[in-house]
């Protein structure tokens, strides 16, 4: 059989099991690709070819049918709705890939805007920025980005899953900046000393209540408290409001992400909290408010 054939055959099999059509097309392509070891170029060239004639070093030396065996298990987890990035075990994020896992959020390209806030902050005129903390840090995709962005700071990167420090000390080895990173375990920053000139975070702001309205991949497979912030999805956000007003020095940036309709609860946070003063509010390309940026109090303000 050629392989073009296997990849619609299995194409078939992602939309029966509920994948849009254009979708399922992308990730078999992928799929296909990531066991061969091709790029698209090579795919377009190839995709004609009998399966039987893929060569060992292609495949590795399993024999005949590897390439068929191998594809058929990634396909069986996709069928069950598990998401790609998963399955591929990276997701890219501002340019560059991160390894990702089940114990991870899947990094989207909305918390691209929070890297684009903080940089904006860190170098505004004027400005020095020596610490920086990330809240919730999943995979380490921010305070990694923002350090190969940004060659000054240190960062301090808290989360409550083991696993998923383990995941982002991974990723800040293999991007190099493992020296500039302490990752700790532990909820917001606590037991975490000293001040910080920026705070980010993408916390869980989902709420459970809409549970059953998320899409499998993100239900059934993410991890919930990476997710759901409580009934009203507010929890975290609140938390890291009092948190940042708490550790971040006079003057100081926080950068935050929030979900669809939180925008007027999320100012309410911030110009209630005290410490903090709303600046602004960032929308996303489909014009949704999707990041808010405050700065800590100075006395007498």
């Known amino acids: 059989m050629r392989l073009r054939e296997l990849v619609d055959g299995a ?48 495949v590795g030396a399993h024999g005949l049918g590897a390439f068929a065996a191998s594809f058929e298990s990634l396909v069986a987890r996709r069928a069950k709705r598990e998401p790609m990035a998963y399955i591929r075990g990276t997701q890219e994020f501002y340019g560059r890939e991160f390894l990702v896992g089940p114990g991870v959020l899947i990094p989207r390209p909305e918390t691209e805007f929070v890297v684009q806030e903080a940089l904006a902050a860190a170098r505004a005129p004027g400005r020095t920025v020596l610490r920086i903390a990330d809240i919730g840090t999943g995979s380490g995709i921010l305070p990694i980005t923002l350090a190969l962005e940004l060659h000054g700071p240190r960062f301090v990167a808290t989360d409550i899953s083991a696993e998923a420090l383990t995941l982002a000390r991974g990723n800040a080895a293999a991007h190099e900046v493992s020296s500039r990173i302490t990752f700790v375990e532990t909820p917001y920053l606590s037991g975490v000393s000293g001040a910080f000139d920026l705070v980010v975070s993408n916390p869980p702001y989902v709420r459970a209540t809409d549970a059953a309205d998320l899409q499998p991949e993100v239900r059934d497979h993410e991890p919930a408290e990476a997710l759901f912030g409580g009934d009203d999805g507010l929890r975290d956000l609140r938390a890291i409001v009092t948190a940042a007003g708490e550790a971040l020095a006079p003057g100081g940036t926080l950068v935050m992400e929030f979900g669809y309709g939180q925008v007027r609860a999320v100012k309410a946070l911030v110009e209630g909290s005290g410490t903090l003063a709303l600046s602004h509010v960032r929308h996303d390309l489909q014009d949704h408010a999707r990041v808010v940026v405050a700065t800590r109090r100075r006395a007498g303000t």
Request: avoid cysteine; charged fraction near 45%.
């Open 11 to 58: 194409k078939r099999r992602l939309e029966a099991a509920g994948i849009p059509r254009a979708e399922a097309a992308l990730d078999v392509e992928l799929l296909a690709r990531d066991v061969l070891g091709w790029d698209r170029a090579t795919w377009i060239a190839r995709r004609d070819d009998d399966e039987r004639s893929v060569d060992d070093r292609t």
